[in-house]
């Protein structure tokens, strides 16, 4: 961006990227993927901006669905931003995070989330629950919840 104010850092978990691809009868789900494609908005007009890392890339090469794989990874390659973290500090948070309770590949999103200072936005209640305990430096939460909080319509 050309002014000098920062911009806000949003880390999207593969559960939240992928949510337009879910079956859309259900409301909240449709909720979710409309919120979803606002905060993706906002990136493409560089309001705010991605962050990806490489359990990103390790989850969508894991993804059946050759359209589903192929657009995700677009996506992340065009507007998602690689942040250069200390890995060895990310591993430590991450193996913390575990022993939280948290999965492994969460625990990953989320120390990279926290080492980017970037508001980690997922569709898993259980995951968000966790974080919300766990996880202190950054916003956590759903992508309806993240764009309420940023007046984001």
Not at 73 to 85: E, S
Not at 93 to 108: F, N, P, Q, T
Request: aromatic share 6%; proline share 2%; net charge neutral.
């Amino acid at each position: 961006m050309s002014d000098s104010r920062k911009v806000k850092r949003v880390y999207l978990d593969i559960c939240a990227l992928s949510r337009p691809f879910d079956d859309q009868r259900y409301m909240r789900i449709r909720l979710e993927t409309v919120a979803v494609d606002l905060i993706l908005s906002e990136v493409k007009s560089q309001h705010l901006e991605l962050v990806r890392s490489p359990v990103h890339l390790q989850e969508i090469e894991a993804i059946a669905d050759i359209v589903e794989r192929t657009e995700l990874m677009l996506l992340l390659v065009r507007y998602g931003k690689a942040i250069n973290v200390d890995k060895a500090a990310v591993r430590s948070r991450a193996e913390k995070l575990i022993g939280s309770g948290l999965g492994i590949a969460d625990a990953v999103h989320v120390a990279f989330a926290e080492h980017a200072q970037a508001a980690f936005i997922s569709c898993d209640d259980r995951l968000i629950k966790l974080c919300r305990r766990t996880v202190g430096a950054i916003w956590c939460g759903n992508p309806v919840a993240f764009c309420e909080s940023e007046h984001i319509i």
